[in-house]
Nanobody, 127 residues
Framework: VQLQASGGGLVQAGGSLRLSCAAS????????MGWFRQAPGKEREFVAG????????YYADSVKGRFTVSRNNDKREVYLQMNSLKPEDTAVYYC?????????????????????WGRGTLVTVSS
C-alpha cells in the first residue's frame, strides 16, 4: 500500500493540527495503521496506532489525552488530531501500514511491525 501524509505545518504551542494519511493500493481496511514521528537528532518513535476497524487505539504516554487517531476505511484515510501541541511535539510525522496478530500495543507500537511507510509531514510547534 502506498501512503501519503499531509497536514503538517507551523503552529504555536497550545494549538492544534490534523494530519491525514491517504492510502492507495492494497486492502486498506485490513491494515493496522500507525503514526510515528522523528525529531531532529532523535530516533523514530511511536505516536499512535489504530486497528483495522478503529475499535482499538493505542497511544504513546507522551501524547495520551492530547492526540486522537481515527480512520475512515471508505475514504482509505487515517487521521491524527493533535491538540494542546507542545514544542517537544516538533518532528516529522510518518504514517505506516502493517498486518500484525494480535494488534496489541506491543506490536502496534513497534516500527518493525509495519511494512509500508509514507513520506513524512513536518510539524513545527513554536513556543
Amino acid at each position: 500500500v502506498q501512503l501519503q501524509a499531509s497536514g503538517g505545518g507551523l503552529v504555536q504551542a497550545g494549538g492544534s493540527l490534523r494530519l491525514s494519511c491517504a492510502a492507495s493500493g492494497g486492502n486498506f481496511g485490513s491494515y493496522v495503521m500507525g503514526w510515528f514521528r522523528q525529531a531532529p537528532g532523535k530516533e523514530r518513535e511511536f505516536v499512535a496506532g489504530i486497528n483495522w476497524n478503529g475499535q482499538n487505539t493505542y497511544y504513546a504516554d507522551s501524547v495520551k489525552g492530547r492526540f486522537t487517531v481515527s480512520r475512515n476505511n471508505d475514504k482509505r484515510e487515517v487521521y491524527l488530531q493533535m491538540n494542546s501541541l507542545k514544542p517537544e511535539d516538533t518532528a516529522v510525522y510518518y504514517c505506516a501500514a502493517g498486518h500484525m496478530t494480535p494488534d496489541s500495543k506491543q506490536y502496534v507500537s513497534a516500527a518493525y511491525s509495519y511494512n509500508d511507510w509514507g513520506r513524512g509531514t513536518l510539524v513545527t510547534v513554536s513556543s
